[in-house]
């Protein structure tokens, strides 16, 4: 079974700073992985996924992600955030046989000061 | 707009109420679930279907009953709910078998058991 730990619950940051949010999953298999965000009094949307090829996802809204398989981790990064990136953040993972496990994380509260 | 609907969007319920929520998917998809999000926590999986028959039931109590009449639709149904049932309620879809995994969500019902 895969399991995903977010390793900070909450990030703030100020408007056009950069920013990381941690990743980081255990599975004895591949994986794919994702990370999604939710805005207030809204259900989870996909910003970016990582099936196979490069480490390297690009995302919406400006977001990327880099999979690195040694570290186990899927971090996701902006370079110059705005206030309208206040949101929850989940990283999701699951394995790579098409049925619906998915597992996620706890969530990373993002609030971008201005 | 996410292709995927609920409603009622809240819903506030006592105790001793029935009451159903309701999600529907226009994307195609052959896979629906329902998810309970509580603060703080990470997203629980309750329920899944797969071309309508149900595949997992992650040791929900039996005060939530699910029906999935079709591949687009399905239902949460409640009775005699506990005050920490309350929650948001989400529901998504996918197309299992693609290689994919992804899910795509619906904007929730937030519950609220008095």
Same mark, same amino acid.
């Given at each position: 079974a895969q399991s995903v730990t977010q390793l900070d619950s909450q990030v703030p940051v100020f408007e056009e700073a950069p920013v990381e949010l941690r990743c980081n999953y255990s599975s004895s298999v591949s994986? #794919?992985?994702?990370? #999604?965000?939710?805005?207030?009094?809204?259900?989870?949307?996909?910003l970016l996924k990582y099936l196979s090829g490069s480490t390297l996802v690009k995302g919406i809204n400006g977001f990327e992600a880099e999979f690195n398989k040694s570290q186990t981790s899927f971090h996701l990064r902006?370079? +110059?955030?705005?206030? +309208?990136?206040?949101?929850? #953040?989940?990283?999701?993972v699951s394995p790579p046989n098409g049925n619906n496990d998915m597992r996620f994380g706890a969530g990373t509260r993002l609030t971008v000061k201005p | 707009e996410t292709g995927v609907t609920q409603t009622p969007r809240h819903l506030v319920m006592g105790m001793t109420n029935k009451k159903s929520l309701k999600c529907e998917q226009h994307l195609g998809h052959n896979a629906m679930y329902w998810y309970k999000q509580s603060?703080?926590?990470?997203?629980?999986?309750?329920?899944?279907y797969n071309f309508k028959? $149900?595949?997992?039931?992650?040791?929900?109590?039996?005060? /939530? !009953?699910?029906?999935?009449?079709?591949? !687009?639709h399905l239902f949460l149904h409640l009775h005699t709910l506990q005050p920490e049932d309350s929650a948001?309620?989400?529901?998504?879809?996918?197309?299992?078998?693609?290689?994919?995994?992804? $899910? /795509?969500?619906?904007?929730?019902?937030?519950?609220?058991?008095?």
């Amino acid at each position: 079974a895969q399991s995903v730990t977010q390793l900070d619950s909450q990030v703030p940051v100020f408007e056009e700073a950069p920013v990381e949010l941690r990743c980081n999953y255990s599975s004895s298999v591949s994986v #794919y992985l994702f990370w #999604y965000v939710q805005y207030p009094n809204q259900g989870l949307q996909l910003l970016l996924k990582y099936l196979s090829g490069s480490t390297l996802v690009k995302g919406i809204n400006g977001f990327e992600a880099e999979f690195n398989k040694s570290q186990t981790s899927f971090h996701l990064r902006k370079p +110059s955030v705005h206030i +309208s990136d206040t949101a929850e #953040y989940f990283c999701a993972v699951s394995p790579p046989n098409g049925n619906n496990d998915m597992r996620f994380g706890a969530g990373t509260r993002l609030t971008v000061k201005p | 707009e996410t292709g995927v609907t609920q409603t009622p969007r809240h819903l506030v319920m006592g105790m001793t109420n029935k009451k159903s929520l309701k999600c529907e998917q226009h994307l195609g998809h052959n896979a629906m679930y329902w998810y309970k999000q509580s603060a703080k926590k990470p997203l629980e999986l309750m329920f899944v279907y797969n071309f309508k028959e $149900q595949t997992e039931n992650n040791s929900v109590p039996s005060r /939530f !009953s699910p029906e999935c009449p079709n591949s !687009s639709h399905l239902f949460l149904h409640l009775h005699t709910l506990q005050p920490e049932d309350s929650a948001l309620y989400l529901c998504a879809s996918s197309a299992t078998g693609t290689g994919n995994n992804e $899910q /795509f969500f619906g904007p929730g019902t937030r519950l609220t058991v008095l």
